[in-house]
């Protein structure tokens, strides 16, 4: 069974820090893996889509990173504001005869003024 | 910008009522997806069409039924209702089935008392 793990489960940093996000899946083989942002009682908002044949993908301050081959990916976020508070979820997308992606349990962040 | 709408934000239903989630897509995707998210459980696929008319059952479609009569609509159903079944419900859509981005509506929240 495909599963994903998002460590850590919560983190709280004052604002302005460099932080990072880890994702780790245990089959490798996937189209693509997408990070995910959830503010409280709101739907996903899509944040990066890394293919499975990149390595890195950018926006703004944002940064992900994919070694399919370890099964691991990692999002970046960089100078860090109050603004950036929510839940963050990585997906990988397995294709096949559903298509879907597996969801990880997400890491909350909370961010100081 | 692609657009995900879920037809309610909150709905409160009662035991044994039939409900309706209806979720509408505007860039003509083939793909829509039903999901359900519950503290500790994070996200369950519950059902998904990748065409007009086509279904698929996902990891949770036990009370459940949907219809895509329209390729822009994907309409969940909880044939009676019941109070396990309260939870943040969120539709999805992609354009294609393996190598595209995921885009997510608002989300509903369900009560069922």
């Known amino acids: 069974k495909q599963e994903v793990t998002q460590i850590p489960a919560a983190l709280s940093v004052p604002e302005g820090e460099n932080l990072v996000l880890n994702c780790s899946f245990t089959d490798s083989a996937i189209y693509n893996l997408q990070w995910f942002r959830q503010d409280p009682g709101k739907g996903l908002t899509s944040l990066l889509l890394?293919?499975?044949?990149?390595r890195e993908q950018t926006s703004g301050r944002l940064n992900a990173s994919l070694d399919k081959s370890s099964g691991r990916s990692t999002l970046y976020i960089a100078a860090s504001q109050p603004g950036d508070s929510a839940t963050y979820l990585c997906?990988?997308?397995?294709?096949?005869?559903?298509?879907?992606?597996?969801f990880g349990k997400g890491t909350k962040l909370s961010v100081k003024p | 910008d692609v657009k995900v709408t879920q037809s309610s934000r909150y709905l409160v239903k009662r035991t044994g009522e039939k409900v309706f989630l209806e979720c509408v897509q505007d860039?003509?995707?083939?793909?829509m997806f039903w999901y359900r998210q519950d503290p500790g459980l994070g996200l369950r696929l519950i059902y998904f069409?990748?065409?007009?008319?086509?279904?698929e059952k996902g990891d949770i479609p036990e009370g459940y039924s949907v219809s895509r009569e329209k390729k822009e609509r994907f309409s969940l159903i909880l044939e009676s209702a019941s109070t396990n079944q309260t939870s943040m419900y969120l539709c999805?859509?992609?354009?294609?089935?393996?190598?595209?981005?995921?885009?997510f509506g608002q989300g509903t929240r369900l009560t069922v008392v």
């Open positions: 890394i293919q499975s044949s990149q």
């Open positions: 069409s990748y065409d007009v008319k086509m279904k």
């Open positions: 999805a859509s992609s354009l294609l089935r393996w190598n595209t981005e995921a885009f």
């Open positions: 997906a990988p997308n397995y294709g096949g005869s559903q298509g879907n992606l597996i």
């Open positions: 860039m003509d995707h083939e793909n």
